[in-house]
Structures are given as C-alpha cells and as structure tokens.
C-alpha cells in the first residue's frame, strides 16, 4: 500500500535536529523523499507498523508531528507534481 | 474534493523567501495549514484551479515544486495525525 508521510519536527534546538534527522533516515529505509519533509512509501502493513512505530519513538509528541495519508492502490492517479523535482517510480528505480 | 498540497521553496536568498510567504499566504485563502508546508484544501473544481494557476504563477519552476494529492470523497478515512497538532475540521471550525 502508498503511505504517505508528511512531518514536522521542531528543530530549535540541537535535540530537534537530531530528531529531524533520525525521522527523514527512517523513512528513507522504507520509502521515496519527494519534498524535503514528505515520503511516499509503499508498504505492506507489517512493513509500515515497523515504520510507524519507528518513527513515533523519535518524535516528540508535544513539539512535533507525523501524518499519515493512505492513497490507496489506485495511488497514481491521485498525485502531480510541478516544478523541480526528482523523477521516480516508487515500484521501479530512482532517476534523479 | 479534498487536495493535499505540499510545497518545497528554495529559501537560499530573499527571492526564496518571498516565494515561500505567497505560497503560504494562497494556500490559506483556501485550505487549512496542518503542518509548516502541507495544506489540506476542501475546494471546488474552480477553486482548485483558481488556486493551482496561482501557486505556479508564485514558484520558480527550476528551485521549488508542489505536489497535489487528491484525496477523494472518503479523505477522511484516509488521515492519520500523530503528535503535536492543530485539530480541526476543514468542514467545520478551527478548533486550536
């Protein structure tokens, strides 16, 4: 399945930054940074509750936040892009 | 139709910046700001290219990019919010 994960991490201090940090890295094991704080990953659901899990251990959840978006399998058709970008197939292989 | 739209903004120098505040500012006559660059817009097929031809009227196609995500008529089954938040329902009132 397409998750997207949108994120905001309060990086004031040299703490959120090192959240910052273990949040895009962990995503970037599962999925595809479209724009700098948002990843498409397809998963199964074993996969993204590995994910999930991950990720709601790093956040602070008084200063930071994750959102989920299920696109669905019909994901293709519910997404553009304009402007710069790095060209992908989440299926296939990354062409910057 | 709910359209998630995300934005990257090359903010090196003061043109960037400038375009990141206009995006914004569109975004918001529109939609509701749920994370510093991610939008949720409930918008009408006219709004929503109102909307889009500003925003790409506003970036620089070669530094910044949009993403829309068409979120369909069951968006809300769709969303999952993790965090730190700003609750609200885009059909309803802002609730802080």
Known sequence: MMVLITYDVRTEN??????LRKVA???QNYG???QNS??????DPVQFAQLRKQL???IDPNEDSLRYYYLGSNWKNRVEHVGAKVT???EGVLTV
């Open 38 to 43: 948002v990843f498409e990953c397809l998963v």
């Open 25 to 27: 890295k962990q995503c």
């Open 56 to 58: 709601e251990q790093i």
């Open 32 to 34: 595809q940074r479209v």
């Open 14 to 19: 040299a703490e959120g930054m090192k959240r």
């Open 88 to 90: 992908y197939d989440p």
